[in-house]
């Protein structure tokens, strides 16, 4: 059998990655130093319902803050880089590109700015608004940002759930034909503790009794009733809002899609991904033409049926819930049904509408959309309920592929952009009006007078009443007017409620572009996710109705994504002395210094979704050249930062991954060279486990010498806000025992707060490794509050640590002259603690204005003398306060300022900076960004003060997958102070010259 071109691409990538880790002879001959990079890699795994991002540090970074704090489309994550990066409290570092390995559909951009002296801001960008917690892990080397309710959340309609706001939870505990006696109820109160009650439903015209507990206002209480009810109560299930109406009016359509729950028995987590099926069919060949069953979010189950035409029907669940029965009425009427603006001639072409408005586009509109999309533009006209519209479009295409291209390119200049699909009757007449069955209005909101608080309420009252009728023209009525008012407090519950009617009322085209304009006006609104879920419902029926295939949401096959990308840095600093003091030695010339390099980056990820297997191949490697004369030839570096396969078994729950990978959480100390597995055993439950050797310069080829292996038990309860592990590590170092722990990792998520702690103590030296809590926290007055509480060893205790200060290079060497003890002794003295401690406050102040105040301290602790290495002071109290002015939208629409303040104790002294930093859109997908920072140093060693001046000017331009920076800049600085050179010289005055060009560019494919 021959292999296609995507699994030959795969067995590429294999070899590739084989090669990349077995090349110990190549690599070993690499030096160890080269040119310094800030972030080594980016990596982005998605699994399931959540998306983690493992950032890996070229030296150690402290987390100061992250704005937002933990929901947004973007992120600015501020990092202060610690002693081991050489880095000065006043230096000004570079901006980069970090390569980024995965997640192209999800991570769009990411960049690293210096916006305050001696921290960096690392920027991610998101292709949609997402919620997120950050923690930092026992090795300030990496840090771990993970996207949350990817998949959870997801509008869920059980059978016999009604669309409308969930008002209760209740427990089913038993149905039967008859009544329950008062002792069963009785009972039930007993035994779960809660309220129970008896209710009555009509299923196929008979009176059927069910026993309940309820109402509950949680689903987490609700499920937890659930289980305590399992045991006397086998057949016991979850009602949810089902108790205002017991027997349901009749459905309509050709097409029927029941999403249904696996309860307890059926063994299915509640974030299980459920296979799809072709369930058998009995009879009604001319009935039923098909039924599938397929998992359209996690934990549940969508079984479609096609009927051969319209049918109405009824939906019921009898006593059994392992049964279900629908009951097809009015067969005598069939009824034929054109829906509203859908034609029934074949699609003779597709365009982008990209926006509409009722007065015509500029011709400079046109043109500007031509050269964004790269496709021929026109003008097109509507009437919609009597008023001429005009649509802005690209087309006509032919393949729907290329359609689909040309709307995610157009997505991010033209937000509201939809398909359109043969609506218009001339697509190349740049004046083509078309005459078409009008949709519609979705209405503007303040297109009517306000109406009084009490008119609004009793409009929505009468608009639920109808809705509870089935009397669809007057709920559209009622919420179409209610829809023209001014935002209130019910709109949002409105518009949602139109979509429905429009879409129970047959009037499927308009329903769309209802819940469209809910995502749009409320994308995080209480009903984003059923309003979405609905809205994928739809135009999945819509895309099979026109193509007569299936609409799927998850690519099977291999998909191949990747990018190339390079950063050229020119760096050159010059220190010169000023004149001497009378009768002194000259002052000799002061060196020129510079770094230039070019750093090289190639990531690449192959996947393949299957209905049994995943399977993900991934590399992101790179070659930094150095053109340093005082570095030469040893300043270049070959790097591997990820060279890994890895394999999901879906059924089993079991993933593997094998190679070079990081991870930075249950024990494990950033990137290794080994085999991760994790198995989901139960659907709360899931054991991870690794073994391999850390990786210490990803130059260098696996180091056999070190060794660790790691366990941890994480649990993640059903609907909870909350989640944890408990790990257990250890490892080896040339023979010697080098870290043995224990420890614990949990997250919390609320509407309003977050909180994720971090716990790592070693058993073998009884040394706490790390302390953390991060956490967020939303108070009134719309401030925002978080938090971060560190005591950590720095670096992470490890035997090894006893070579620091020493001429041993290996610990075989030190073994010669210390004993075990003495050496375990010795790494203890070379570890001293460290506390950071955090707290960031922010406010909107008004529509374009943020204010952010940010307090840090940290110390020290002292490192004894011992071994011949001489005592290390510790650092005292040093205080950091910060404040920061962000504006958006002041000069420009889409610009973005900061103006920041930054007053500082520090170790080398009192440190006042003041930092400006813009972006201005200036044409396109072009940014200008200038920036201007004053720093002041009062030395507390010479007792010099020292003022610099750091102007620097940033260009960059991003759009679809292609991003370009250029930054250039310079500093003067002029030190004060009666100061003896080296030589013996004495000089009054230092100045320093600087000057610097960076230009950065990557091209990502998909």
Known sequence: MRHSIAERRLYRLALILLAALGAHGAFAQLPIRGPARIVNVIEVNDHEDQVDL??????SMRFVTSLPASEGRQVHIQLAPMPDCGVGPLSQLLAETPPVSGGANIVTAARVDSMAPGQITLTLDFKKSERFVIAQGVDPRGLRLRLIDRARGRGKILVGQQTEAVSNFAINLDSQPKPFAPEDVELAHQ??????????????????????????????????????????????????????????????????????????????????????????????????????????????????????????????????????????????????KILVG????????????????????????????????????????????????????????????????????????????????????????????????????????????????????????????????????????????????????????????????????????????????????????????????????????????????????????????????????????????????????????????????????????????????????????????????SQGALGNSTRVSLASIEVLDRPLGLLARLGRQAHNEDGILGSFDGLFLSWQFKPSWAINAATGYPVEQLILSPQTQERFETLALAYTPPNAHWDGSVFVASQQFQGLRDRQAVGVEGRFLASRASLVTVLDYDTAYHSLNTASVLGTLQLPAHWSLSFDAERRNSPVLTTRNALIGQTFTDLVQLEQVFTPAQIYQLALDRTPITDNYSITATKPLGQRFQLTTIVSATQTGASPASGGVAAVPASGLLLTYQTQLYGS?????????????????????????????????????????????????????????ETTYIPSMLLDYQRDRKLFQLEFGGQLGKREAFLQLPTGAFVQTQNTTRYYVMVSYRISFQ
Request: aromatic share 6%; with cysteine; glycine share 8%.
């Open 54 to 59: 493992t950032m890996v540090f070229n030296c």
């Open 191 to 336: 035994r779960l503790k809660a309220p129970a009650f008896v209710s009555e439903a009509l299923v196929d015209g008979e009176k059927w009794y069910r026993l309940r507990v309820g109402p509950i206002e949680r689903r987490t209480e609700a499920d937890r009733l659930l289980n305590l009810a399992l045991p006397d109560y086998p057949r016991a299930w979850l009602a949810i809002g089902d108790d205002a109406v017991t027997s349901d009016l009749a459905s309509e359509g050709r097409q029927v899609h029941i999403q249904l729950a696996p309860m307890p028995d059926c063994g299915v987590g509640p974030l299980s991904q459920l296979l799809a099926e072709t369930p058998p069919v009995s009879g009604g060949a001319n009935i039923v033409t098909a039924a599938r069953v397929d998992s359209m979010a996690p934990g549940q189950i969508t079984l479609t049926l096609d009927f051969k035409k319209s049918e109405r029907f009824v939906i019921a669940q009898g006593v059994d819930p392992r049964g279900l029965r629908l009951r097809l009425i009015d067969r005598a009427r069939g009824r034929g």
């Open 342 to 629: 859908q034609q029934t001639e074949a699609v003779s072409n597709f365009a982008i509408n990209l926006d509409s408005q009722p007065k015509p586009f500029a011709p400079e509109d046109v043109e500007l959309a031509h050269q964004r999309l790269k496709a021929p533009a026109f003008v097109s006209e509507a009437l919609v309920d009597g008023e001429k519209w005009y649509r802005l479009r690209v087309g006509p295409i032919e393949r729907r592929t290329e359609a689909d291209r040309l709307l995610n390119l157009a997505l991010p200049d033209y937000p509201r952009a939809w398909l359109a699909i043969g609506d218009d009757a001339v697509t190349s007449d740049l004046n083509a009006t078309t005459a078409q069955v009008a949709l519609p209005p979705v209405e503007r909101i303040g297109s009517d007078p306000s109406l009084p608080p009490e008119a609004l309420r009793t409009a929505m009252a009468e608009a639920r009443s109808a809705m509870t009728a089935r009397d669809y023209p007057k709920a559209i009525a009622l919420l179409t007017k209610l829809q023209r008012q001014p935002e209130f407090a019910d709109r949002v519950r409105a518009q949602e409620l139109l979509g429905l009617a429009r879409e129970r009322s047959g009037q499927l085209a308009h329903a769309k572009a209802e819940y469209e304009e809910y995502l749009r006006r409320y994308p995080h609104g209480d009903a984003a996710e059923r309003v979405a879920f609905r809205l994928r419902i739809l135009r999945a029926a819509e895309a099979k109705a026109r193509t007569g295939r299936e609409a799927s949401g998850e690519t099977q096959g291999w998909e191949v994504t990747g990018g190339v990308a390079q950063m050229a840095r020119y760096d050159g600093s010059r220190l010169t002395n000023g004149a001497p003091p009378p009768n002194s030695q000259p002052v000799p010339a002061a060196p020129t210094v510079t770094e230039n390099a070019l750093f090289n980056d190639v990531d690449l990820l192959a996947r393949r979704r299957g209905e049994t297997y995943d399977w993900v191949g991934r590399l992101s490697a790179g070659y930094d050249k150095s053109f340093a004369q």
């Open 889 to 945: 939208n002041l000069w420009h629409p889409g610009d973005f300022n900061v103006l920041s303040f930054t007053h500082g104790n520090t170790e080398i002294g009192r440190i006042d900076s003041l930092s400006a930093n813009s972006r201005f859109p200036i044409s396109g997908a072009w940014r200008l960004g200038p920036r201007l920072t004053i720093d002041r140093l009062s030395s507390a060693t010479d007792g010099s003060t």
